[in-house]
């Protein structure tokens, strides 16, 4: 049984920096997909950055020059650095595992930006 548990976030000024992680415990062997997506009130759940077992990586245009995403496959554990926080990146994160044709989801982690 594969589960994801994500830590970090918190409430950060505009401008300030964050940092979220998130490790997967459980068999997981192979080619997999490890990524952030992120849910405003109202809104659906984004795609914010993942990267893959190789370290390709993607990120979505709102937060490209200030996010980084990366990830320690020893560790199964991935890790979104959030620069330059803006107002609107204000949202439940969520962690996604993709593995074996299944979509695995951490419990979330509540990012706010104050302006």
């Known amino acids: 049984q594969v589960q994801l548990v994500g830590s970090g976030g918190g409430l950060v000024q505009a401008g300030g920096s964050l940092r979220l992680s998130c490790a997967a415990s459980g068999s997981i062997f192979g080619f997999n997909v490890m990524g952030w997506y992120r849910q405003a009130p109202g809104k659906q759940r984004d795609l914010v950055a993942d990267i893959t077992s190789s370290g390709s990586t993607n990120y979505a245009d709102a937060v490209k020059g200030r996010f980084t995403i990366s990830r320690d496959n020893a560790k199964n554990t991935v890790y979104l650095q959030m620069n330059s926080l803006k107002p609107e990146d204000t949202a439940v994160y969520y962690c996604?595992?993709?593995?074996?044709?299944?979509?695995?989801w951490g419990q979330g982690t509540q990012v706010t930006v104050s302006s």
């Open positions: 996604n595992l993709k593995y074996s044709t299944r979509n695995y």
